[in-house]
């Protein structure tokens, strides 16, 4: 085998989710061997997931919100109960508040998660924009003791609320479906059902003194199928927290053909959107379906670039199967999606090119396709179509032309009920009106509206079986790029370069095959900007490689192949295989900036080619999904990597797939598809890691990192990615080339910091994290740039080390770090400042901060002198001025001497204020201390003068308010106090 040599690489992050029948829910990682040897997994197990109104969606009506979780979903009815629903394991706990009493169940704190639910062809059911909440609270179910939800990306958090004098021992919760409750060793409530074990991580109880939490000692008490909470010392003038958590971490329903991802395509502002199917349409088994559609229902998603963020999900279906398969953008108005359906009732448009399912047989001749058009902001439905005849059809592609017209390909069968009979719709002119073999291509142009003016359609085949799986549109001319299969010997060919496969370009009318060229069995394209096509497929034997080839012999099996051709399709520029002694399927293709080549699929070839540095350089099961990108000329492969477990039973084939890819400019990779290991990498940190069944899943992977620090190149190139001499820390060297210096967006991506550590150090693992425990951070901050994870290696155990973080705006106030500590074994959070007389500690000195760290000492999140700092943390800065809340006099309050106005106005650096007095309640004219006595009060209390006082009239009302501005901040931002009140001068 002639392979061409590795450049060096790393992967530099790498972020999964597992799809959920409403999308929901996310997971993200890797296990936690792999994250602790390479800190390549995104620690965003924290997620937090909406609450969902019940308008209908639900059969059930005494539901009223829910929410899914990796291990399912949480139901909370109107009376209070919480049912968790866990449906591959067929498993529902009812937990119920026992002595206690439910008055009323709302929504709490409005998510900017949108929600839409299409099911059936009846538009009164249709539910646009769902009212969804970032909590859901039960009020006051016992006295003084008020009982909330909230839903994360790996835990359900139910909060007790124990208010002063209240007593926590009334907390009494019963847990229907259970066969037994126990208290681990650790702590954790373990609660055995039939179907298996579901746990209850440790419980946390907490109070608040200054803004900071006082950790109060709580643990389970068990009576048989009840527990409640004992708790240790506390005071019991102040509010007391309790938090248990219940704990998952992957997704799916146990639907039977699970979760799927198909595509995902990228937005202009980097959103991506991914679309498949669901068949869990029986996450809610009791008491009722949580959804009306049928065995599967397709979903379209809409997720961050980072993947940290849920901003939209739409299901669409009816009663039967419906599949999502490939999506287009038209600029940032519409976004098409097109899939499969043999639901009858499938939602279309009045006016549409086709309102009635036509396929009439019961096996997979009787789909249908569909065409959707969606908003890309909220994925609000806004038109659909059926397509196809009797015989049923399968769509492969979709592409948009620059006038909005919309072009959907793939294949059609012969088997009419009537024999001999076909009834594809095609049009009068297109290059082919009448049916040829047992399997045709076709090709559909509708207008942006899909009805059917101006519409056109073609068939493309021979007497054999032939069918488009690769579709595309070319930008230099508009001509459609067709690939895939055939087995017809009069298939129309101008060139021949390889046989069970082509390549054809065809006129956008539809009229004209403008050449078509034999090659292997494409399974995806694109189209370079420079005009060339470059497609991916496999092969049964020889293929026609170049010479300089990565791999130029066939290696058994199915061998992958790569292969960039002429603009002509009469000739191949560059091609290679890729593969290994098994069977290897390349699903998708992609390219970056560059002209770098990405490939993804999945593969049963121990001797795939990976990179020294892969995230998973060997095999894991018998069938592992994989990423690799190429050099341009297909002549080296820069990165390649297994991604993968063991199948759900270690021995079963159908395990990992990947069928999406979409590459950024910068070559980073999105990929999707679909998981069968119960032990694919999970979150790394999760509590628990549950395998559903056929859990969907999608991928970001960064690819390049000569320095191995943990941040692509690219991300080093300074803020715009494209300066390879940036040098943020000012030494004389580009950061890319360091492996002591890293520079990186923050986490919202809003920010560009520099982190570099002494020369003979080495900085890996640097990244930008989420909040790593939102649920307690401290309140009086927010986090600007969010916080920064990295590892710095010394020379010997117990030496320190100074890392110096470089930034920009306004410096911070503090600086937290989330983690154990020396006295603490328990992560926590607590400040990590610098003090005289300290070894460690952050030392702020304007957008300069200096994290002194000692290995072993407080700062190594892994408290141990062992050659290694571990550290998780970020710089805080005190919350922004957003209001101003009035105190005293009381409102309605008679003054009869002059009073001291006071005020509440948290957060701000550099605050003033302003009283302003008036006798209307509209302010038109008023009494300021700003305006008339020029003062700016800096405090929050102001004693009126005497010789002001003796100015106000008696025997009159006074209405009083409180405006202020923050005047670090600019423009400037004048703020009114949320009251206005009033004051009686006798």
Known sequence: MARGHFSKTWLAGLVFFFVVTNLNSLAYGASPEQFDKNKVVEKVHSLQLP???????????????YARFFGGAI?????????????????????????GKVKAVRGEEKSATIVNSYIGNDPSQWKTNLPTYNAVTLGEVYEGIEVSLKAYANNVEKLFHVKPDADPARIRMSLAGAETLSVSDSGELEVTTAPGTVKFSRPVAYQMADGKREHVHVSYAVSGTEYSFATGNYDKERELVIDPLLAATFIGGSGINGEVIEDIILGSDGAVFVTGLTSSSNLFSSPARAWAGGNNDAFIAKLSADLSTLQAATFMGGERDDHGKRMALFGDAHLYVTGITNSYNFPVSFGAYDTDRNAYASNFYNYNGFIVQLSPVNLVFNLGTFLGGTAGEWLYGIALDSEGNVYVAGSTSDASPVPGHFDMPTTSGAYQETHAGS?????????GDLTGDNAACTLL??????????????PSNGDLILGGSTTSADFPVDNTLGSGGFVARMSNDLSTLTTSTLLGYVT??????????????????????????????????????????????????DATLLGGSGDDFLHDIGHDDNGNIVVAGFTTSTSFPTTPAAFAPTMTGDRDGFVTKFTGDLSNIDYSTFIGGSGYDGTSADEDYFYALAVTPACNAYVGGRTNSTDFPATAGAYDETYNYRDAVLALIQMQDSDEDGVPDAEEMGPTGDDPLYDGNSDGTPDSEQDNVASLLTYNGQSYVTLASPDGTILTGVQAVANPSPTDDPPDYAWNNRFFEFTVEVANPGDAADVMLYFSGTPPTTYYKYGPTLT???????????????????????????????????????????????DVGGPGWLKAFT?????????????????????????????VFSVEVSTSQTFSKFWSTYGTLHLQITGSSWTVPNSTWDRLASGRWYYWRVRGADLDVEPLN???????????KP
């Open 461 to 474: 085949g021979g007497t054999g079986s032939d069918t488009i799986y690769a579709f595309g549109m070319d």
């Open 883 to 911: 209001k101003i809340n009035l105190v005293s006099p009381a409102d309605g309050a008679t003054a009869s001497s002059p009073p001291t106005f006071t005020w509440s106005g948290p957060g701000g650096t550099n605050k």
């Open 824 to 870: 603490d074994h328990v992560d926590h959070w607590y400040e990590f400042l610098y003090v005289v007389g300290r070894l460690t500690g952050a030392e702020i000195n304007g957008n300069i901060i200096t994290l002194h760290l000692v290995d072993g000492k407080r700062g190594d999140d892994d408290i141990t002198a062992n050659g290694v700092i571990v």
């Open 524 to 573: 995806a394209l694109g189209c370079a900007t420079i005009g060339d096509i470059y497609v991916a497929g496999r092969a049964t034997g020889a293929f026609p490689v170049t010479a300089d080839a990565f791999d130029t012999t066939y290696n058994g099996g199915y061998d992958g192949f790569v292969a960039v051709l002429t603009n002509d399709l009469a000739a191949i520029q």
């Open 51 to 65: 609450f969902i109104e019940n308008e209908g969606q639900i059969s059930n009506e005494f539901v009223r919100y």
């Open 439 to 447: 399997y045709d291509c076709f090709v559909l142009k509708l207008n």
């Open 974 to 984: 004048i703020i009114t106090s949320a009251e206005v009140w009033t004051f009686y």
């Open 75 to 99: 139901f909370v009815t109107g009376s209070g109960e919480v049912f968790y629903s866990f449906p591959a394991a067929g498993m529902t706990l009812t937990e119920k508040c026992v002595g």
